[in-house]
């Protein structure tokens, strides 16, 4: 009987084994450390397209328990802050992209779901955009797709060294999503741009009617980078042998009315705000009988970085005007436009090559009404040595944050320590 146990358990576990060593198995075994973090999967392919998909999904766990319980602002009014302690599906997005009918003629469609901020407006997105490559110095693009004023908005999401989430002064001052015309491409060998025409300055949440017929949003960037590719992320995750540069500078204008601006619980939501956290468009802000209707929003940004043998180090400028108030009681203010500056910074290293990355970031606002700042630490585990996968976690200092969300580890007048941790799918 012993003897019978013995060879059925044989006959079970030695297929296994030569199955596995077989050439045939080895090359159709899935290479996580080869497969691109971000480029899917191919479904269909013939002589009129191709279409293909991927897959970005976040798991959050978020612990705002140590912030304090209410801020005062600017104007001297006390107000609650709405902490949370919970476990969320923060985010999913199906993409679907290709070309048709010609490689040049380019399309990306995706569903984005933020569940944190269920039953909010715009909580559930579906939007596109098609590209023409005329050649590398020109592609024209028409649809949805990000304003370039910061970085962070300028093509590089997911690659960041948190996930889904920015520092507050990035927040603070940035454009967002909105539906527009834009051209990008690479003006020399190192030089690339991208300007865009949009509706506003947000359109996430927005109808066509809470618009106004200006058409008067632009934005725009310009950036260098050295002999050696710096690459999309932040961190220095492909370890640069040699150093790798990169400045970029950025612009964005819009003439924007309090109608045209997004809920401010609307996913990847930008609002005016001052740096006490108020939005600027809240009726009697400023005084009895004062209510800012229209307000021109200028904002300027430079950002540089280094990479070097799986180190990073970076940083950014911001620099915002609002002028050109307009409303009822308007013309009695004592000021005619508002200034506010602010930097951020960041500084990487990958503890084990392809596998732990660790990280310090943070941000300061130099404003009008306030002078918020934080400070991050953090990590990010890479479960296959891969950008596809991983496992990050992070604590946060907050003093008085003008920003947040349902959607971000923030809310506005946080003011202590937040710890959020993620699980990350960039398929």
Do not use: C
Not at 344 to 355: K, L, R, V
């Amino acid at each position: 009987m012993k003897e019978w146990l013995l060879a059925l358990a044989v006959s079970l576990f030695l297929p296994l084994r030569s199955s596995a060593a077989t050439p045939h198995a080895a090359a159709s075994s899935p290479d996580s450390v080869t497969h691109v973090a971000g480029s899917g999967f191919r479904l269909v392919s013939n002589a009129s397209g191709t279409l293909n998909f991927r897959l970005y999904a976040t798991v959050r766990y978020l612990n705002e328990n140590g912030l304090d319980d209410h801020y005062t602002d600017s104007f001297g009014q006390t107000k609650p802050v709405n902490t949370l302690h919970d476990i969320q599906v923060n985010k999913v997005i199906f993409y679907f992209y290709g070309w048709l009918l010609n490689p040049k003629l380019r399309y990306l469609t995706y569903a984005w779901t933020t569940n944190s901020s269920q039953g909010l407006s715009a909580q559930v997105v579906v939007a596109g955009n098609v590209e023409y490559a005329f050649s590398d110095r020109a592609t024209l693009g028409f649809g949805i797709n990000s304003l370039p004023g910061t970085r962070s908005t300028a093509g590089t999401f997911p690659m960041w060294l948190a996930v889904d989430n920015r520092v507050i002064a990035d927040e603070f001052f940035r454009p967002s999503y909105s539906t527009g015309l834009w051209m990008k491409g690479t003006l020399a060998r190192q030089f690339r741009y991208q300007l865009m025409v949009a509706n506003n300055l947000s359109q996430l949440g927005v109808d066509a009617g809470q618009l106004d017929n200006d058409l008067s949003t632009f934005s725009g960037d310009l950036w260098w980078t050295g002999a050696n590719d710096f690459g999309k992320g932040f961190g220095d995750f492909d370890r640069h042998e040699r150093m790798a540069t990169r400045i970029g500078v950025h612009y964005t204008n819009s003439d924007e009315d309090r109608q045209s601006q997004p809920g401010t619980e609307a996913p990847d939501n930008t609002q005016i705000r001052l740096s006490d956290g108020n939005i600027v468009f809240i009726p009697g802000l400023f005084g009895p009988g004062i209510s800012v209707e229209k307000i021109a929003y200028h904002m300027a940004a430079v950002d540089g970085g280094v990479k070097w043998h799986g180190l990073a180090l970076g940083g950014e400028a911001y620099f915002r005007r609002l002028d050109n108030l307009r409303g009822p009681g308007v013309g009695t203010l004592s000021f005619d436009h508002m200034n506010d500056q602010g930097l951020s910074w960041y500084a990487s290293g990958m503890a084990i090559p392809s596998t732990l990355e660790l990280y310090l970031r943070g941000s300061k606002v130099f404003g009008e009404r306030g002078d918020p700042w934080d400070a991050r630490v953090g990590g990010s585990w890479f479960l296959w040595k891969n950008q596809t996968i991983r496992w990050h976690n992070e604590v946060i200092v907050l003093s008085h944050s003008p920003v947040g969300a349902l959607s971000l580890p923030y809310v506005v007048g946080g003011n202590g320590v937040v710890f959020n941790s993620n699980f990350e799918i960039n398929f």
